[in-house]
């Protein structure tokens, strides 16, 4: 029972505000589309788009494997390594903490100063504008692993072919699709905020930021052209390569593998090798038992970086009423 209200408050997040029905009232839907629209794409995804995209994640994978041999043969620096693992982390927790536990799901309320900086660190992660990327997330929920799941592993079915199948859809094909999810029905509350709407069109712009800001350290760090050269292959291709391998796990292999103590309607588990590298996100199973709590490895020694932040934040006051699972919560979502 709870675990249904939980996950259909995910869900539902946005059904709370109502939407022009593009049904009864095509003119009004048609100009709140373009006046409201967050992203540059519209409702179906273009050949140049899909092209772009295409682009966007084969490089950074291509900067992915080189870097094992490059690593091996001439070596890494510090100046790289400190540099990478820095943004890393930092976009990282800008999906976990902004897009996915604040702005999908709602787990605690933000200042205005707050909300802004989330929208934009996460947008530095370069894994989509914020409302397209909440839109998605929403209706991953509102389905999880049924039909109308943008990125179910099981959508082909259970052999194991299938799965495989299924397994490389969730991790990336599904961003090929030409349908995208609506923004207006899934993502009202972010597409009514002109701000946030503001941040998500102007992705590109972040992507930008986030590929030239390491060099830019680089470069002066060390005084140097070369520097500025492996801090861009490091700090910037291999980071943002790993970071969309790792989130992008979380769909297909925690809803494939792992443990699940916790009732959920679907087939996601806890994977715990992921942990750290996803920013406490692996734990994915109490999530979708429990969408809207704010920590997610809630068992004893299940680190969640994540939650360690917005405890952090709630201290400082910039963020409030945050949706900590409390034992008893915890309890009522246990599998029998
Ligand atoms: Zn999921
Ligand atoms: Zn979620």
């Not at 620096?77 to 400190?82: E, F, L, M, R, S």
């Not at 927790?93 to 709602?106: D, M």
């Not at 349908?179 to 701000?195: F, G, M, S």
């Not at 986030?210 to 050269?229: C, D, E, Q, R």
Request: aromatic share 10%; glycine share 8%.
């Amino acid at each position: 029972m709870t675990t249904q209200a939980g996950e259909a408050r995910a869900g539902n997040a946005a059904s709370r505000t109502p939407s022009p029905d593009p049904d009864t009232d095509p003119a009004s839907a048609a100009a709140a589309a373009t006046q409201l629209s967050a992203t540059r794409g519209g409702e179906k995804q273009g050949l140049a788009e899909r092209a772009a995209l295409g682009l966007f994640i084969l490089v950074p994978f291509t900067a992915l494997l080189v870097a094992v041999p490059v690593a091996w043969g001439w070596g890494l620096g510090w100046t790289d390594v400190a540099i990478t693992v820095a943004m890393y982390f930092l976009t990282c927790h800008g999906i976990t903490v902004g897009y996915h536990r604040y702005f999908t799901h709602g787990a605690f309320k933000a200042n205005r100063p707050m909300r802004l900086a989330m929208a934009v660190v996460g947008s530095l992660a370069v894994e989509g504008p914020l409302v397209r990327w909440v839109a998605d997330h929403r209706k991953h929920h509102r389905f999880s692993d049924k039909d109308g799941d943008p990125h179910s592993p099981w959508r082909y079915g259970e052999s194991v072919p299938a799965l495989l199948k299924g397994l490389w859809w969730a991790h990336m094909g599904w961003m090929f699709d030409e349908e995208q999810t609506p923004q207006l029905t899934y993502a009202p509350d972010l597409v009514r905020d002109p701000a946030i709407r503001r941040i998500s069109r102007l992705f590109w712009l972040w992507t930008l930021i986030s590929l030239l800001l390491p060099p830019l350290i680089g470069g002066l760090v060390t005084l140097s052209w070369t520097g500025a050269l492996s801090a861009f292959f490091w700090g910037s291709l291999v980071r943002v390569g790993l970071l969309h391998h790792v989130t992008w796990s979380i769909n297909s292999i925690c809803h494939a593998v792992g443990r699940r103590p916790f009732r959920s309607r679907d087939r996601s588990g806890n994977v715990w090798w992921l942990a750290v590298l996803s920013c406490g996100e692996s734990w994915h199973n109490l999530h979708h038992a429990d969408p809207t709590a704010a920590r997610h490895g809630v068992l004893p020694g299940q680190i969640d970086s994540s939650a360690r932040l917005i405890r952090w934040f709630e201290l400082a006051g910039w963020v409030r009423d945050v949706r900590w699972p409390d034992a008893q919560r915890i309890a009522a979502r246990r599998a029998a």
